[in-house]
């Protein structure tokens, strides 16, 4: 059943990692911190301690505009006093949110090894 804007509610337990998978890699990204929850990304970020590849950020191609520190469901990001990212990868629940707002393509995931 959909909530007031539109989106239908998700309830946890049906969730699967397939799901948030899908989900991330809509159109409507900007929205995933917000209807995930914490439990969710409580969970997401348990699954993901298996040296899942981490997002790489370029300060050179860095514009400092924060998207990515915003939309970081597990707030493992922030600007430093230069206004390039610093990640903090035991935070990090490898959603890969901020690799796909960042308008300079300035985050990359690295190589599985």
């Not at 301690?49 to 939309?71: A, T």
């Amino acid at each position: 059943h959909p909530n007031d804007i539109g989106y239908p509610l998700l309830d946890a337990k049906d969730l699967r990692i397939s799901d948030f998978k899908r989900i991330k890699q809509q159109e409507k990204t900007k929205l995933i911190s917000s209807l995930i929850g914490p439990l969710f990304t409580r969970y997401i970020k348990l699954r993901h301690q298996r040296h899942e590849p981490k997002p790489l950020f370029d300060p050179e191609k860095c514009i400092g505009c924060g998207k990515c520190v915003r939309i970081c469901p597990g707030k493992a990001l922030e600007l430093d006093n230069d206004g390039h990212v610093v990640a903090d990868y035991r935070l990090c629940i490898r959603c890969y949110c901020c690799h796909e707002v960042c308008p300079a393509d300035a985050i990359t995931i690295e190589e599985r090894q």
